[in-house]
Structures are given as structure tokens and as C-alpha cells.
């Protein structure tokens, strides 16, 4: 088993729009937890700045439509939030994670609010009713899990 993974971000007509290396920190059957750093220069994103270099533990599922991030500070490691992709399943293999992004993500600060992001851009996709239903259904069911002091993604 490798500890190196590489992950790639693909859009609905499965074309690749971003990809970044990471360390697996630990496999499930159907999930995998991993460990990036954030490979772009620096922004800001709804009021949390993205550093590159900034710490992200991520969880990925195969049986799930979504995928999390939870983002720490490159300098001290201060928890940032959470970022919730809304995506098909996830396709694991031993050294690659894919997915392909349905663009409506949830934003969860560390004081638990949350931003919904994307729903314009969502909605312009050409998703068929099945997908666009189960995708809305993933979103939902994140907002009812997600407590107040946060997610823990070993368990979550």
C-alpha cells in the first residue's frame, strides 16, 4: 500500500481541473483520509484566508456524494473550517482519488455557520433529475450532520 496518493478534480464532462498530491493517513472500504497542502497562492475566500502551503485533512467516500476538507493554518495549524464538495462518489485506487464536482459546496466556519457556495452555477449544469435530486439530497443531509463544534473526519 502506498502512503502517496495523487487526487484530480474532474468537472461533469469529466475533464480535469485540478490536481495535487497527497499523504494517506489512513484507508476504510468505501473511504480514504488524506493529508494535502494547498498548491495555489494565496486568497481570500469568504472571509478565511487560503494560504498556500495551508495543512488539508480530507475524506473522500465512495458511497457518499460529497467530500470534506477540513483546512488548518500553514503557521500554527489554527483549524480555518471545513469545505463540503458536493460530488458523484468518489473512485479510489491505490495511489489516485477522482471525483467529479457537481460545483455546490458548504462552507462550515469554525463557529459552526454555514454558507451554502455555488448554487447558481449548480443549477446551470445539465445533471439529469436522478443526479440533481441526490446531489441536493447530499447537501441537505450536511447541514443536518454537521454540529455545532464541528466534524471530526476520522469517524465522521
Request: with cysteine; charged share 30%.
Amino acid at each position: 500500500m502506498t502512503d502517496n496518493i495523487l487526487v484530480i478534480k474532474l468537472n461533469i464532462d469529466q475533464q480535469e481541473t485540478w490536481r495535487y498530491h497527497g499523504k494517506v493517513l489512513r484507508r476504510w472500504q468505501d473511504a480514504v483520509l488524506l493529508e494535502a497542502r494547498f498548491n495555489r497562492d494565496d486568497i481570500f475566500f469568504h472571509g478565511i484566508l487560503l494560504g498556500r502551503g495551508d495543512r488539508f485533512v480530507e475524506k473522500f467516500y465512495t458511497d457518499r456524494w460529497y467530500n470534506v476538507f477540513e483546512i488548518h493554518d500553514r503557521a500554527d495549524d489554527r483549524l480555518k473550517g471545513w469545505y463540503c464538495n458536493i460530488t458523484l462518489p468518489a473512485m479510489l485506487k491505490e495511489d489516485q482519488v477522482a471525483y467529479v464536482d457537481l460545483a455546490l459546496d458548504l462552507l462550515i466556519y469554525p463557529d459552526g455557520r454555514q454558507l451554502v457556495l455555488d448554487e447558481d452555477e449548480f443549477a446551470s449544469l445539465t445533471l439529469d433529475a436522478d443526479t440533481r435530486r441526490k446531489a441536493l439530497d447530499a447537501l441537505a443531509g450536511l447541514q443536518r450532520k454537521i454540529p455545532g463544534g464541528g466534524l471530526h473526519l476520522e469517524t465522521f
